[in-house]
């Protein structure tokens, strides 16, 4: 699967029992698969080495779902 950088903001939303994700500068918004709990603070800004799961689908029907590969905190 090809990889691809994203940068943007974590985010939470209230779906279900609740979905951390994050949306990219460019507004796409993703759905990352086992968040790293050091990531799941709302407003974090993120680089992430991510491949999109296209053998997944989520019932919370918010973003692509991704797999994070690596991951970066910004200022």
Excluded: C, N, Y
């Amino acid at each position: 699967m090809k990889q691809f950088t994203i940068e943007g903001k974590v985010v939470f939303q209230d779906i279900e029992d609740g979905v951390w994700g994050i949306t990219g500068a460019d507004g796409a918004k993703w759905l990352p698969i086992h968040l790293p709990s050091s990531l799941k603070k709302k407003g974090l800004k993120v680089r992430v080495i991510a491949q999109e799961r296209d053998d997944m689908v989520s019932s919370f029907q918010w973003g692509t779902p991704i797999r994070i590969l690596s991951f970066q905190i910004l200022k």
